[in-house]
């Protein structure tokens, strides 16, 4: 057990050493591949003799559709005063610091977008976007363009700090590529969205990594983006996964995301969140306002949230959610099981369902894990019985929930009127919310409020 | 705005009478008249450089500035209200739009222009912090210090808010000044002729506090500030109208509020030569508080540079965080955010450590009023640049007259500030 491991002798260091020579070769190569957007900008144009005609500025890449890599379909160039479009099929040889193209004589057409171009200098270069794999919010320090099979992509974008260094020092250093800190741009969801000849806003395919995010994430993304990038992600977001990720929301942004966006879409963002949820945000609205996102839902929403509205926010009532499940004692496992299955929506809602007699009043609280190692055929009246659970009314204090929440050793506590019927449940992770209000996410404290 | 678009889809929420825009509107104003973004950036210029400049224009020329403050309110007006309309209508802040609208070695220069700015400001504020409790006899060698750690505890730790409000409540003591500049009968046909008719000193000095006075009453900052709070509040182009109105308002009550300073301070020690320190501006307060002026002057400088010099260093790393990328809803981790941070913290030891500079504490705080009455009029010409791009702002572009009297508001700050920036030159070499 004693055997020290080998000194680095002479064969390590020389593995070593090819090893680091290999790596710097691959570096190399991948630099000499890729070609700086950042770099290309007012690099000479020349035609098939050599002649300097004007100098680029800007590169089209055409990013409608299921390319993963955008392909790049002309340049800018500036030629005198005028800025020219330049097909990309006119152009011979594109290096990293000069352009040239096929023929003697170029057609100056004027540039003008056309549908589903982005202009990459102007609408993508400095600005934000979305690492989906790395669930940040970046800004493009530089884009790269490598030949993928036939034509040249867009393949990745930089988010260096050197490369911003490097773009400010010499234009020598500007066309070299420093691929250290480099996203593949297929984990990008890019924002500016492309403009139809109308003028029309033609959205993109959202990017599927997109769905994999937690709700926790989207709600990052969405503090950290500009205005209008945000209105273009939670355009793009599903419906459920945009009221999920509000629900996450620091309420401060939360209200703002809600103030400006079209008090349509904000009422029905709110009406798909869970109620608890949709009344905090309510609650932090004024009055008009909140008047004004509850008359755009759907009436009985509205009703649902107006009466939660009623109790303060510091009372079993302003805690609970009312998605409940109410299932009868003549009921079998099997039937409840698929109704259970219909509510999928309020998946996170639910940790039990509730027994009431005919009469609507509490039975019992069965958990979903008796129902999972009930037989399918059991009747709901074979798992009720003691012990009782504890419930509690909606005017009692957090500090009653509290303690009602610890007696009943369950992850949620029922509120129940005077006569017994279930209005609504507190789910423990709603009570560690209110209990540490600010501290939840440690976040800075923003300008003065 | 009051577009006659019949379409029934658009109709709901673009036309000027339709319930949602009422309703906003009400909720707008009502929140915007307590406490708006216009009003609190618009008085982030009476803050420690502030108050102490405003004095000393008073103490040295007594009312001659005021005119001078005329222009400036004009000036501030125009600059703040393109400010709010930039955070309007693309719901970014200046850093962020700067980066995205300017080729990235000019987007530098404007950031440098700020951080400079700004590191100046901090350092007005702790020399406010230190001058302020040199006034119940605290060394600012240890009241400096003290503070910083402090305000960089509270913040990073996370106890700011309840801090912050105290500082505002003990600011609030300088709402005592228009009552002192009443109670001290200045001389008010003197001060009416000299607020409408120019009377301009050709000196050196008066220059020198002319730009003293522009840099502390249309500070960078407040730009910075006035657009990120009108984009992050959600404020749009539809709520945009009672955003201006509030900003406008905000500008005019704020300079309101450092002309009765400046009266004030005129009419008590007017005529005396510069200030010189805390105790000499603080005879001012004498109309209103009597023997107790210099310590009520003390706790109102004590919670103004208290707030400021936590608020200017936050929003600054805010703001370049933003511009180079990183997040803009920042934990509190070091290793998470260190380039937030690392702004911060450099920004709070760099601004306490220049307040401890030897010499006159006065002077300090009016000469970093003087270098940022010479960025001025850069930050000034950026934002000119974005509010006149129609391909940001759409129809909400600067006019023709508008644009034309803004141009020549920021060519009269800069022709000011290259004068004495050249004189300061001179000096340097000392041919002048």
């Known amino acids: ?449 | 705005m009051a577009s006659t678009n019949t379409s029934p889809e658009r109709t709901a929420d673009r036309l000027t009478g339709s319930p949602r825009r009422q309703h906003r509107g009400r909720r707008l104003r009502r929140y915007l008249l307590v406490l708006g973004p216009g009003l609190i950036a618009a008085n982030a210029g009476n803050d420690a450089g502030g108050i102490v400049t405003y004095a000393s224009a008073g103490a040295q020329f007594r009312y001659r500035v005021l005119f001078l403050m005329v222009l400036i309110t004009l000036a501030l007006v125009i600059v703040q209200e393109m400010a709010a309309r930039l955070g309007a209508y693309t719901g970014q802040g200046l850093m962020s739009l700067i980066r995205e609208e300017f080729s990235l070695r000019v987007a530098t220069f404007a950031v440098v222009c700020l951080i400079v700015a700004n590191v100046g400001l901090v350092v007005a504020e702790f020399a406010g912090i230190g001058a302020a409790l040199e006034l119940f006899g605290v060394s600012r060698y240890l009241s400096v210090p003290a503070a910083a750690v402090v305000i960089w505890g509270s913040v990073v730790f996370g106890s700011y808010r309840y801090a912050e409000r105290i500082f505002l409540l003990l600011s609030l003591v300088f709402f005592a000044y228009p009552i002192a500049a009443v109670l001290a009968h200045p001389d008010w046909h003197m001060v009416i002729s000299q607020t409408f008719l120019p009377h301009f000193t050709a000196t050196r000095a008066f220059l020198l506090l002319s730009v003293a006075l522009v840099g502390t009453t249309i500070t960078p900052y407040m730009q910075l500030y006035q657009a990120a709070a009108v984009a992050d509040k959600g404020i749009g182009p539809d709520e945009y109208r009672m955003a201006r109105a509030d900003t406008i308002a905000g500008s005019i009550f704020s300079n309101v509020i450092a002309a009765s300073i400046i009266v004030a301070t005129g009419a008590a020690i007017g005529g005396s030569g510069p200030l010189t320190s805390a105790k000499q501006a603080a005879q001012a307060l004498k109309p209103v508080a009597g023997a107790a002026a210099e310590k009520l002057f003390g706790i109102g400088l004590l919670g103004a540079s208290a707030l400021a010099a936590a608020v200017v260093p936050l929003s600054t790393a805010y703001a370049l965080a933003e511009a180079i990328g990183a997040e803009r809803s920042v934990s509190r981790k070091f290793s998470e955010a260190p380039l937030f941070l690392g702004l911060f913290t450099a920004q709070v030891a760099l601004g306490a450590a220049l307040a401890l500079k030897p010499g006159n504490l006065v002077n300090l705080l009016i000469g970093t009023q003087v270098l940022n009455g010479l960025i001025t009029p850069i930050v000034l010409a950026f934002i000119l640049i974005l509010a006149n791009r129609r391909s940001l702002l759409g129809e909400a572009v600067n006019g023709p007259v508008f644009r034309a009297v803004a141009f020549l508001c920021v060519c009269a700050v800069g022709a000011l500030s290259l004068v004495v920036f050249g004189q300061t030159l001179l000096g340097w070499f000392g041919i002048a």
Request: charge should be negative.
């Open chain 1, 1 to 449: 057990m004693s055997r020290m491991p080998p000194l680095p002798g002479r064969r390590v260091l020389q593995h070593y050493r090819e090893g680091r020579n290999q790596r710097l070769l691959t570096l190399k190569a991948i630099r000499e591949s890729l070609v700086s957007v950042a770099g290309l900008v007012g690099r000479p144009v020349r035609n098939q003799k050599g002649a300097e005609i004007g100098d680029v500025t800007d590169v089209v890449v055409k990013w409608v559709g299921d390319d993963d890599y955008p392909p790049v379909t002309g340049l800018v160039v500036r030629v005198g005063r005028r800025e020219a479009y330049v097909p990309f099929d006119q152009v011979d040889k594109l290096d990293s610091d000069q352009v040239v193209l096929k023929s003697a004589r170029l057609d100056l057409r004027d540039f003008a977008r056309r549908e589903g171009e982005v202009t990459l200098v102007r609408d993508v270069l400095d600005h934000q976007l979305v690492d989906v794999d790395g669930v940040k919010v970046v800004r493009a320090a530089d884009l790269y363009l490598a030949p993928v099979f036939d034509s040249l992509r867009l393949v990745g974008v930089d988010v260096s700090a050197q490369s911003l260094l490097r773009r400010l020092g010499p234009a020598r250093w500007r066309t070299r590529p420093t691929p250290d800190k480099v996203i593949d741009w297929a984990a990008i969801q890019p924002f500016g969205t492309p403009t139809g000849p109308a003028g029309d806003v033609k959205l993109r395919t959202p990017h599927q990594g997109l769905r994999r995010l937690r709700p926790g994430e989207v709600a990052d993304l969405l503090e950290n983006l500009g205005r209008t990038a945000r209105r273009e992600l939670l355009s793009v977001l599903e419906p459920e996964a945009a009221a999920d990720a509000l629900e996450e929301m620091e309420p401060r942004e939360l209200n703002a995301l809600l103030q400006e966006a079209p008090a349509e879409e904000a009422a029905r963002l709110v009406a798909r969140m869970e109620p608890d949820e949709a009344v905090d945000a309510l609650r932090e609205l004024e009055p008009e306002d909140r008047e004004e996102l509850l008359g755009h839902m759907p009436p009985a929403t509205a009703n649902r949230l107006l009466r939660l509205l009623d109790y303060p926010d510091d009372t079993a009532g302003g805690l609970m959610t009312t998605n409940l499940v109410l299932v009868t004692l003549d009921e079998t496992v099997a039937a409840v099981r698929r109704g259970l299955r219909d509510a999928q929506e309020h998946r996170t809602d639910i940790d039990a369902v509730i027994v009431v007699d005919d009469e609507g009043r509490l039975i019992d609280d069965v958990t979903l894990y008796e129902l999972f190692v009930a037989e399918p055929d059991a009747k709901m009246s074979d798992l009720v019985g003691p012990p009782t659970p504890v419930t509690i009314h909606p005017d009692a204090t957090s500090r009653e929930v509290v303690e009602a929440l610890t007696e009943n050793r369950g992850s949620s506590l029922l509120v129940v009127d005077q006569e017994g019927h279930p209005m609504g449940r507190i789910l423990a992770d709603d009570v560690v919310d209110s209990l540490v209000p600010d501290q939840a996410r440690l976040h800075f404290p923003k300008l003065p409020a």
